[in-house]
């Protein structure tokens, strides 16, 4: 054994020196031979010839180190640093979706490949001999083509559009706008649209091209292998194109809403009689220029009802509307406004105007199965911080900043536990998470989905922050307003930190909670010991009920025939997903014979098991009584470092230009200024600062916008329609302000006066104008008003408005005494019936089916039926104004609804309660008219409700009612038709 042991030793000493000389040669990686054919196995779909995404180009060493749109993908002798082997090491690339993974052993190809300095086969200055006839095809082939139809115009010093055709290193460089030829496609060349459609050669300029250059010229673009190696200048560092960053010029700067707002003094008006705040002196200006006045007070009946609803969204109790009626003090109706605005039921109220504006929805996705919903577990809590901050009068300018940034002003990171302060900064974040991404699908998780889902993002935040417009700019400097594209993609750059296109995380992966990472690691480890306990538990309590199960089982089989019994056993009790297909038939068509309930299996367990099964599961339950919840936040926040942004031309994502950094919009910054974005230096903790940058600038005193968008807003909301009818677009293509004076006055003094959104609120609602009537024929020169101004527009009367439908639904909960006024918490559930209404949830765990109509789930296409038929949003983007309508559709809702039927009968018991229990018709219809509409009835009005109350009382007593059912069907009829009437459905 010792000479068998020596001989191999002196084996492995000969061999020693062959096995490291061969390990040396091996461990030299060439990309052609080694690389080449994993990226062709496992990469080639998205990044070969077919599609190469984000730029990321795969199929030679020259593409690959030359990286993506964004940069370098590959440092040589560094994988650690390398992003391409990131994304291949940690399973990132390919997508999860694909299925695809790359072996572990490829992956240390890979590795090795970038490791050992990333070789190549070819030398940087040989060209493929494929690459050759590709350069001679033009030569010999394209470039002629070029000559007969093209050079004319594109050559010279000078060529149109910038674009020379004169060689090939020129047709690849591009124009003004960009490349006009992608390699490989001919399908996105521009050249080749411009070609195909007639628009080149131009009329007049010679000869259209023939269909065989064309398809000459098709075919050499689509077989490629000719970009590398061309000497062209990386056309995505080039400077930005006049089409792209043109000029802001001072011309552009005057217009009214880029213009800082400026104070003018209070006009002077002829009837000081009518003024009771600033707000009335603007208005009547405007009237008495005109030869107009304003309408005359309203009824304070009226002014109760106007009251609530624009504060609440309900009407008031009966007792509520008793004592603000016999409230004889000359301040009764300013302490209305100030007990209104000092009530939950406010925030609930003008909470749902900004969740409008902000695009909120409780669902992730796009939300198209109507029986599918997915939730967005914790967003209710942005809903329920929105409705707090409005109860609490939260300043405006720190409401707009908390929710752009603020995970930027607490440090949440290092923090050991939460405060309630760092909860809700991270809970105001939902604002940036309300926005449509369909990137949660693995499948769906692509470069273009998610810029996408950026786009949406600047939709958002500039009609509801900025009232602008700037979807335009996507794809060209914007036609109307002075938005280059440039400024687009800049302002776009602020978000990327944390919405990095290039290292995205889906939003099922965009985790937080309510605790620290320390709390929640505390939290699983405390639930995994209840985990742990609870499975051995239920081990025990299986071990009880199974030989029962097998004995119900078997009584059972006895029913079927015996040749499939045991057949039929084996299907029941295999997993579903495991069973073949005539497994799947047994079970369909013997399944329900030998299913056991739970009950049935319960019943059937008796003496000591049972006793030991109840204490076992008393355990249980003692157990799981100790298990600690662990919620989840939807926030933002920023991951490492600023990505490279880039220009989309034509906002194609496969159409990249230049590089942009975060900025502002040119033409609302100061002429002297670049407006480009620095990282706030108030910024707290490991983030990037440019979210709160932008807060900043929007909240600066002098921002030409932010204050005046909101005033509108406000204004827009108490009177149907804002001093800026286009609410979300303060452009050039919305409508001029009607009162620009006004406006700026309001901005300015909300802004001085610590941006309080109630202080604004008091000031409209004690003015004259407010307060006026809203009759036409009350106002002394209404056929003039009419005349002069049939829109309203300078409100000579107070605007009928109907209401909106959650206001409705509430209102009409709110007669029939069923309301829950319950705060916050969870979404109400939804549910879909079969006639393709979508209904509140019935189910105990909807968390109250009579709650107001805010806390319903918000659902992005599928909302509650009876809301979309008041004009409910289906919810695309956002929503900045619900525009009323009238329609067949509501009158029906109103008079057949299982809702409004159900709730008029409940509101026909509590009018009779009210009313007492023998009280007489006339007696119902003054508690009807009070309940309903805060007033007691007319004589005439009376006299038609008493009517009908008997004409129903004896209809329903000719169908073999008892009295006493035909006197409760009439009132019950009454109260319903009350309900559908315009007094019930309008305010005023």
């Given amino acids: 054994m010792k000479i068998d042991m020596l001989a191999r030793c002196k084996a492995l000493i000969i061999l020693l ?46 593409s690959v180190l030359r990286g993506s749109h964004n940069g370098p993908v590959i440092e040589k002798g560094s994988p650690d640093s390398s992003w391409l082997f990131q994304l291949v090491s940690k399973r990132l690339m390919p997508p999860p979706a694909f299925k695809n993974i790359v072996p572990e052993r490829e992956v240390e190809t890979i590795r090795r490949w970038i490791e050992t300095g990333a070789h190549s086969s070819q030398t940087a200055d040989e060209i493929p001999e494929a690459a050759r006839r590709q350069i001679s095809r033009f030569e010999k082939e394209i470039q002629p083509i070029f000559n007969a139809r093209c050079t004319g115009c594109h050559s010279g010093e000078a060529p149109q559009s910038g674009l020379d055709l004169t060689s090939l290193a020129a047709a690849l460089k591009g124009g003004k706008h960009g490349p006009v030829i992608s390699e490989g496609f001919s399908d996105k060349s521009i050249l080749i649209r411009q070609l195909q459609n007639g628009v080149m050669p131009p009329a007049g300029a010679g000869d259209p091209i023939q269909k065989t250059e064309l398809e000459l010229i098709r075919e050499w673009i689509d077989a490629g292998n000719f970009a590398d190696y061309v000497a062209v200048e990386n056309h995505l560092d080039r400077g930005f194109t006049e089409a792209e960053a043109p000029e802001v010029t ?43 006045e304003l309408s005359p007070p309203a009824s304070r009946q009226t002014l109760l009802r106007r009251a609530y609803f624009d504060l609440w969204g309900l009407p008031p109790t009966p007792e509520e509307a008793q004592a603000f009626i016999e409230d004889a003090r000359s301040d009764a109706y300013e302490r209305l406004i100030d007990r209104l605005m000092d009530s939950p039921k406010y925030g609930e109220r003008w909470g749902r105007h900004w969740l409008d504006a902000v695009g909120y929805v409780d669902t992730v996705g796009k939300d198209f199965a109507v029986n599918v919903v997915q939730l967005a577990e914790g967003m209710w809590r942005y809903r329920d911080y929105v409705i707090r901050s409005f109860e609490n009068d939260k300043p405006w300018d720190r409401f707009l900043t908390e929710q752009f940034a603020g995970d930027e002003l607490v440090d949440w990171r ?40 950026l786009f ?298 610590g941006w309080k959104t109630k202080r604004l609120h008091k000031m409209i609602m004690l003015s004259a104008v407010y307060q006026q009537s809203s009759r036409r024929s009350r106002n002394p020169s209404y056929e003039r008003a009419d005349a002069e101004d049939p829109d309203n527009r300078l409100l000579w009367r107070m605007p009928i408005r109907r209401l909106e439908a959650e206001a409705l639904r509430d209102s009409i909960l709110a007669v029939s005494g069923r309301l829950d006024d319950t705060v916050g918490g969870p979404a109400v559930g939804l549910t879909p019936r079969p006639d393709g209404l979508q209904v509140v949830s019935g189910a ?109 009382r004896l209809l329903y007593a000719k169908a073999n009612a008892t009295p006493e059912e035909a006197s409760q069907k009439s009132l019950r009829n009454l109260v319903h038709m009350l309900i559908s009437s315009n007094e019930f459905l309008y305010v005023d």
């Fill in 414 to 453: 290092t923090a050991e536990t939460y405060a309630p302060e760092i909860v809700e900064s991270l809970v105001a974040t939902g604002y940036l998470r309300t926005i449509l991404d369909v990137t949660n699908e693995d499948i769906s998780d692509r470069p273009l989905d998610r810029y996408d889902a």
């Fill in 17 to 62: 020196p062959v096995s490291l000389c061969g390990q040396s040669t091996a461990s030299t990686t060439v990309f052609e031979q080694d690389v080449l054919p994993i990226f062709s196995t496992y990469c080639f779909t998205c990044h070969g010839k077919s599609s190469p995404e984000l730029g990321m180009d795969l199929r030679t060493s020259a």
């Fill in 844 to 952: 105990e765990s909807t968390n109250g089916s009579e709650r107001r109509s805010v806390y319903l789930l918000a659902r992005r296409t599928w909302p509650l039926t009876f809301l979309t038929n008041f004009d409910f949003p289906i919810i695309d983007t956002a929503c900045t104004r619900r525009v009323p309508s009238a329609t067949p559709l509501q009158s029906l809702t109103v008079m057949n609804s299982e809702f409004v039927t159900g709730n008029a009968r409940e509101a026909a018991r509590r009018v009779a309660a009210l009313a007492g229990g023998g009280s007489d018709p006339h007696g119902l219809v003054n508690t009807a008219y009070g309940l309903l509409f805060s007033r007691k009835p007319s004589p005439q009005e009376a006299e038609i409700a008493l009517e009908h109350l008997e004409t129903q």
């Fill in 456 to 753: 949406g993002l600047l939709d958002k935040v500039s009609s509801s922050a900025l009232g602008m417009t700037l979807t335009c700019a996507r794809c060209h400097s914007h036609k109307f307003d002075p938005i280059p594209q440039r400024d687009y993609y800049r302002f776009l750059a602020l978000f990327t930190a944390a919405y990095n296109p290039s290292a995205w995380i889906q939003p099922k992966k965009r985790l937080h909670y309510t605790v620290s990472e320390s709390e929640r690691e505390e939290i699983e480890a405390h639930n995994k010991e209840i985990d742990t306990a609870v499975d051995k538990l239920a081990e025990d309590i299986g071990q009880i009920r199974e030989p029962y199960r097998e004995r119900l089982l078997a009584e059972k089989l006895e029913q079927l025939p015996e040749v499939v019994r045991a057949d039929t056993k084996l299907a029941v009790e295999t997993e579903a997903e495991e069973r073949d297909d005539i497994q799947k038939y047994l079970v369909e068509k013997f399944g329900p014979l030998v299913e056991i309930s739970e009950k049935e299996l319960g019943e059937s367990i008796t003496g000591e098991d049972r006793e030991a099964l109840l204490q076992l599961q008393q355990k249980v339950a003692t157990w799981n009584s100790y298990r600690r919840g662990l919620y989840q936040i939807q926030a933002l926040w920023d991951g490492d470092g600023l990505p490279t942004i880039r220009l989309l031309q034509r906002g194609s994502v496969e159409s990249p230009g230049p590089k942009v950094t975060p900025g502002f919009l040119t033409v609302l910054c100061d002429a002297d200024q670049d407006c480009s974005a620095k990282s706030s230096p108030n910024r707290v903790g490991a983030t990037q600062g440019y979210r709160l940058a932008l807060a900043e600038w929007l909240t600066d005193p002098n921002h030409p916008l932010t204050a005046r968008v909101i005033v509108n807003r406000i204004w827009q909301h108490h009177f149907g329609t804002g001093i800026v009818a286009t609410s979300g677009n303060f452009g050039s293509t919305g409508s001029p302000p009607s009162h620009p004076e006004l406006l700026d006055w309001l901005a300015i003094d909300f802004v001085n006066n």
């Fill in 250 to 292: 001072a011309e552009d700067r005057q217009y009214w809403a880029f213009l800082k707002p400026v104070a003018a003094p209070e006009p002077t008006v002829r009837n000081k009689d009518r003024m009771q705040t600033p707000i009335d002196s603007f208005i009547l200006s405007a009237l008495e220029a005109r030869g107009l």
